[in-house]
């Protein structure tokens, strides 16, 4: 049938061996890589929602908020908090910084935000 295999039982019997030792091998890194990915797949899923708005903490005495973010910003800082949405417009109209990267002034639709101004556009 095939020619290209040696024509005694013991060269035979040696390369059966060595197969079924690959085999193994090649199942055993299978079944990990299938675990790795399910319990990739389970983290995933448990995942906690990512906030709608966080706020970007500052270092010191009471950590006085210093920033906000749309939540998921990449430049949000590793102090953070979530807020909702009255308390993320709260501390944009009442003179803490909005993110210049993810702009969570205009998402809250606040217009003006110089000089300590009130709301522009009426709450949601």
């Not at 995933?44 to 010191?60: A, F, K, S, Y």
């Not at 800082?77 to 803490?96: C, F, I, N, W």
Request: aromatic residues 4%.
């Amino acid at each position: 049938m095939f020619d290209d295999l040696p024509p005694d039982l013991g060269r035979l019997l040696t390369l059966r061996v060595w197969h079924a030792m690959w085999l193994q091998r090649i199942d055993t890194k299978i079944a990990a890589l299938q675990e790795r990915e399910a319990e990739q797949e389970q983290g995933r899923q448990n995942r906690p929602t990512e906030p709608d708005w966080v706020v970007e903490l500052g270092i010191g005495n009471g950590r006085p908020p210093i920033e906000v973010h749309v939540g998921g910003c990449y430049a949000a800082g590793k102090r953070r908090r979530p807020v909702p949405r009255d308390e993320a417009r709260r501390l944009l109209t009442s003179g803490v910084r909005a993110c210049g990267h993810c702009q969570p002034d205009t998402a809250l639709e606040i217009l003006d935000l110089s000089a300590g101004s009130a709301l522009s556009t009426a709450m949601r």
